[in-house]
């Protein structure tokens, strides 16, 4: 069978096809599951974000526009139902998101991590989720999802110079604490 | 090149750098040996991150989505049009305020209700309108265009009611 576009699908749904919409959560869902379990660090509160997050998708196909990216436009509402989520169970949402001068100090984790991790690889990536939100955020866009950062800042909401500024900061502390562990030693 | 920071190191690994800042890099990058350890940190977490797994979503997530959407559709009410009912209420609420007028009874002064008088009048005038209405269908050439016009309208229910059971048909065969 030949491999619909995601513009293809959503013609097809706005002719009628409702069912349609399921090829779409098929192909996303597994990307925005992982976006929202990073943002809520909960596996029910993001499943209930998830299933929000398509029926706004779907609500709002017909004011979709073809030469937007479906992708963007998609994690954009993924990102922003996460972020709602998050601001109703008062977790100091404004503090954390308010600006990018965020706390990328991970030392509070770090011998927590440090003790149960086996390789370099597995302490890197349980380090990305102790990493503020929005580090977190770009981190996975960036590398997960190979979204450019231009369409990272169009998600979030941010300026490209900032998106680069999140990013750079947050692979930094990771750097600090790989060079506090020695780890680069195993880099030939 | 003064001195390479890390903001330097991050654009040197997205390939960022002009090729003669790039050259300088690597120059710098062997005199200095702090540099190079963070270089290859930094290196170290870009190639972790690489390999970063998506995670996989409920598997009835779908499931729930699409008899969300369904449910959420069957909710919407089809439109109604109350053109028709609005129509046919005025008139019955016209027709029923006129009977009521008509039988509804008068005091004359000695306290003796009476619908004799209205109902006369009705007579009266119903009688006049029915013999003017038959002068009018006497003429010869009213009673044809009458009759061409009732033979049209005939004609036209016919296929409107065979239409509408062809269409009730196919659409039975659909579903």
């Keep these: ?188 | 090149m003064n001195k390479l920071t890390d903001e330097i190191l991050n654009k040197y690994i997205d390939g960022e750098l002009e090729p003669f800042e790039l050259a300088e890099v690597k120059n710098e990058i062997e005199k200095n040996d702090e540099a190079l350890a963070r270089l290859k940190a930094l290196l170290l977490v870009d190639s972790s991150l690489k390999q970063m797994e998506v995670e996989q979503a409920p598997i009835s997530i779908t499931e729930k989505v699409m008899k969300a959407i369904s449910s959420a559709s069957k909710a919407v009410k089809p439109k109604v049009s109350y053109f028709f009912v609005t129509i046919i209420t005025l008139f019955s609420i016209g027709v029923l305020g006129i009977i009521v007028a008509a039988f509804k009874p008068i005091d004359n002064g000695n306290d003796q209700l009476t619908a004799v008088p209205y109902v006369d009048k009705a007579k009266e005038l119903i009688g006049k309108n029915l013999i003017e209405f038959q002068n009018f269908f006497s003429n010869k050439n009213v009673l044809l265009v009458v009759s061409i016009l009732t033979l049209i309208l005939l004609i036209t229910a016919y296929l409107t009611f065979e239409a509408h059971k062809s269409f009730k048909n196919k659409l039975k065969s659909i579903t």
């Design chain 1, 1 to 188: 069978m030949r491999h619909l576009s995601d513009i293809e699908i959503i013609e097809s749904i706005k002719r009628g096809n409702a069912s349609d919409f399921s090829l779409l959560i098929n192909r996303y869902k597994d990307r925005a599951f992982s976006l929202l379990k990073r943002i809520l660090k909960n596996e029910q509160d993001a499943e209930e974000a998830l299933q929000d997050s398509f029926l706004k998708t779907f609500n709002g196909l017909k004011d979709f526009r073809k030469d937007a990216q479906f992708s963007t436009w998609l994690y954009k509402i993924v990102f922003n139902t996460g972020l709602t989520v998050l601001s109703s169970k008062k977790r100091k949402i404004e503090q954390e998101m308010s600006s990018i001068d965020e706390e990328f100090d991970l030392g509070n984790y770090d011998n927590e991590i440090y003790g149960t991790t086996e390789n370099v690889r597995q302490y890197i990536l349980k380090m990305v989720d102790k990493l503020p939100v929005r580090g977190a955020l770009v981190v996975i866009l960036f590398y997960m999802d190979g979204l450019s950062l231009n369409e990272i800042s169009q998600v979030m909401g941010t300026s490209l110079v900032n998106t680069k500024v999140l990013l750079h900061r947050s692979r930094n502390a990771l750097k600090d604490l790989l060079l506090k562990h020695n780890y680069q030693e195993e880099m030939l």
